[in-house]
């Protein structure tokens, strides 16, 4: 079965800019696995960032971007804030209607 | 602005049987793929189902077929899930979501199964 790969942490400064990424246990990430990218904050329910690949959800601010990077998708975040600061999954389209999540991100300003 | 509201979590013997609801609004229900994807205390998400938007498809995790059975009323927008056989890895908070790549998020039910 294949495994949708995220880095288990990652840290960034205030002003910074960090890149996510979204790999496959096996194979690379094209277009084709629609990535979409979701932050979460504890006890609060996931807010949709960027959906197929790189199209950014109503109301989220530009210094979020998403694209293919090499073999995975990646999320940027550019100019880091502290409210930055959260879990950050990816979703890949596996087809047949199914659909598998990353492990998640978890990301430190500071 | 799309708005979705989990219900009928709770606490159930394993073993058990639960149905969750979700209720929809703000966007045409009718027209959208709907899913549900759980979180297991401290844990990650993951997708659980989705539905097609006349209910013509399903899918599901390798781990709840059999068990879970998805389903939909778009005359009342609503969306469910029946939770048969529920094992204690099952507990976790269940979000109903909108959209084939869960673009649209409700604040999620919590579903603990113990004895």
């Known amino acids: 079965q294949t495994v949708v790969t995220q880095e288990p942490s990652f840290s960034v400064s205030p002003g910074g800019t960090v890149t996510l990424t979204c790999g496959l246990s096996?194979?690379?990430?094209?277009?084709?696995?629609?990535p979409t990218w979701y932050q979460q904050t504890p006890g609060q329910a996931p807010r949709t960032l960027i959906y197929?690949?790189?199209t950014r959800s109503s109301g989220v601010p530009d210094r979020f971007s998403g694209s293919i990077l090499g073999n995975k998708a990646a999320l940027t975040i550019t100019g880091a804030q502290t409210d930055d600061e959260s879990d950050y999954y990816c979703?890949?389209?596996?087809?047949?209607?199914?659909?598998?999540f990353g492990g998640g991100t978890k990301l430190t300003v500071l | 602005e799309v708005q979705l509201v989990e219900s009928g979590g709770g606490l159930v013997q394993p073993g058990g049987s639960l149905r969750l609801s979700c209720a929809g609004s703000?966007?045409?229900?009718?027209?959208?793929?709907m899913s549900w994807v759980r979180q297991a205390p401290g844990k990650g998400l993951e997708w659980v189902a989705n539905?097609?938007?006349?209910?013509?498809?399903?899918n599901y995790v390798e781990s709840v077929k059999g068990r879970f059975t998805i389903s939909r009323d778009n005359t009342k927008n609503a969306l469910y899930l029946q939770m048969n056989s529920l094992r204690g890895e099952d507990t976790a908070v269940y979000y109903c979501?909108?959209?084939?790549?869960?673009?649209?998020w409700g604040q999620g039910t919590l579903v603990t199964v113990s004895s």
């Open positions: 979501a909108s959209g084939r790549s869960c673009r649209g």
């Open positions: 096996s194979g690379s990430v094209s277009t084709s696995y629609y």
């Open positions: 979703v890949l389209y596996m087809g047949s209607g199914i659909w598998v």
């Open positions: 539905i097609k938007e006349d209910g013509s498809e399903k």
């Open positions: 197929t690949t790189n």
């Open positions: 703000g966007f045409t229900f009718s027209s959208s793929w």
